[in-house]
T-cell receptor, first 110, second 113 residues
Framework: GEDVEQSLFLSVREGDSSVINCTYT??????LYWYKQEPGAGLQLLTYIFSNMDMKQDQRLTVLLNKKDKHLSLRIADTQTGDSAIYFCAEMLSDYKLSFGAGTTVTVRA | EAQVTQNPRYLITVTGKKLTVTCSQNMNHEYMSWYRQDPGLGLRQIYYSMNVEVTDKGDVPEGYKVSRKEKRNFPLILESPSPNQTSLYFC????????????FGQGTRLTVV
């Protein structure tokens, strides 16, 4: 199958770290992505990781990839109110197609 | 400014009345695609196009048509809309499929009554 699964909701206090988890099914996926969708807007690519990497860090964002378990996570350090959004995990399938998860709605509370 | 433009942003229509949602990109991208976003289901691909005159079905193509006569435009056509096509639609484009960054439009919220 081509299912990408992620939890639907996450609530986090401002200043804390957020961790969003995702599992995917296609072991041949070469790229895995995290997209952010702010209210009323389209999707914006946050970061991506190549399948031969275990970790990628980009400022406040850390992506961890466990290829054996097909598990991907996104950690946002020092979460801010502007981080409130829906976050989508996506895998690139071999035929130029992105398969998205259902999205995790992150709510940052003061 | 590099962008993907969809029109209209909001549309309410009646069952069976043909409609077209336009999508235009100004980045000279070869690859374009349409998705629908439904609560709890994420984004599902409807159709995609690798280049001019090259289109293919995605995961949920039933009830939709597309055309790619020019590189910049990729309209989505609903010949006979039904209420189960009420959804939020996104157009996306990229240089080479999903290997590079996909740029998304702002979305079109369609309601079919």
């Amino acid at each position: 199958g081509e299912d990408v699964e992620q939890s639907l909701f996450l609530s986090v206090r401002e200043g804390d770290s957020s961790v969003i988890n995702c599992t995917y099914t296609d072991s041949s996926s070469t790229y895995l992505y995290w997209y952010k969708q702010e209210p009323g807007a389209g999707l914006q690519l946050l970061t991506y990781i190549f399948s031969n990497m275990d970790m990628k860090q980009d400022q406040r964002l850390t992506v961890l990839l466990n290829k054996k378990d097909k598990h991907l996570s996104l950690r946002i350090a020092d979460t801010q109110t502007g981080d409130s959004a829906i976050y989508f995990c996506a895998e690139m399938l071999s035929d130029y197609k992105l398969s998205f998860g259902a999205g995790t709605t992150v709510t940052v509370r003061a | 400014e590099a962008q993907v433009t969809q029109n209209p942003r909001y549309l309410i229509t009646v069952t069976g009345k043909k409609l077209t949602v336009t999508c235009s990109q100004n980045m000279n991208h070869e690859y374009m695609s349409w998705y629908r976003q439904d609560p709890g289901l994420g984004l599902r691909q409807i159709y995609y196009s690798m280049n001019v005159e090259v289109t293919d079905k995605g995961d949920v193509p039933e009830g939709y048509k597309v055309s790619r006569k020019e590189k910049r435009n990729f309209p989505l056509i609903l010949e006979s809309p039904s209420p189960n096509q009420t959804s939020l639609y996104f157009c996306a484009s990229s240089l080479q499929g999903s290997i590079t960054e996909a740029f998304f439009g702002q979305g079109t919220r369609l309601t079919v009554v």
